[in-house]
């Protein structure tokens, strides 16, 4: 008796679970897209993400003001450096990073929204399990809303409010575990074929 | 060699498909949300699409202008006509519908913007194919941009330009292929237990 009612509450359990707040993969590569809601900027890149090493490198083509713009950014939150690196110009600047490193996926203090299908459940391929979490920023800047797959906590979409821009909404898409290129996330400058026989000693 | 060079055809063929307009399935039942630039309008709504009958059901529930509100609507393309019923005061108002019905999906002249992936391709569950189109609103009114799946042509997300509103975004989702209750998008009034009985000769 006492072997089914523990069975009974087990089964209970996996019929309630609810989603819970997740870490994404500490290696991710991908792209994403940033607007916002006044659409004065708005932004394509893509980025390699290394939770471990605390560093993100991001190439931005993007439009500021009706401005277009390219970056290649290095951000290496331990070090409290970023380096935005430009390859026409061939310079590198050192520029100081202010912010702690945020891990994606949905931090423990979020309220779940929901959890829905994007797509359809009625055919394989046609749809994806995503769970939505809403919360506030840090200091009452505002809300944010955050949604990652249910499988894997892969980032979907990330919105907040700004004073800038109003609401500024990332959509993450063709993202992949794991880092294809590890070196293009560790070089503190941009490294040609003679500067692998120059190297500073 | 004449088959060597009709297999190397057919394979580079299949190797280079780009995706395609397409319609979406003739019947569909789910939810949406809409959205609006200027955050006048928010509305969340389930509902049923029956391109074969031309119809539509929408369980809306919304907020305008900071007023919250509830609309049931039936609307009959093929008849010109919309209902909106108001199950609270058991009342049922016929009003014209002016515009044509338009199938859910990727209407022939619209552009490939790209496909990506939804989520990763890392692991199974973890993502869903998508295409998004964009493309110019009749009478020069403005741009739209439409996502739908790879798989079986179900609607993602469309967004449009209004006057009113700014950007509009509606975002489909736990779509099923079919109607459920095929009642609940035919009938033209509210049929309670008693008129089932009592109905009109």
Known sequence: MKIFVALACLLAGCLAQRPHPCESPPLLSGALTASTQNEKLWVYAKYLY?????????FEFGNLDNQTFTYDFLLLYKEHVMY???????????????????????SKDASLLGQVIVGSSS?????????????????????????????????????????QYGWMVFSYFNNIIGISDPDASTDEEPIGFFSLFHRKN
């Open 50 to 58: 290394d939770a471990l090493g605390q560093r993100m490198r991001l």
């Open 84 to 106: 935005e690196i430009n390859h026409h110009n061939r310079t590198c600047k050192k520029i100081p990073l202010k912010v702690d490193f945020q891990p994606l996926g949905i």
């Open 123 to 163: 055919g394989p391929g046609q749809g994806l399990l995503v769970n939505t979490w809403i919360g506030d920023l840090p200091n009452k800047e505002g809300k944010y809303m955050s949604t990652v797959t249910e499988f894997g906590c892969i980032p979907v979409s990330v919105a907040f409010q700004t004073k």
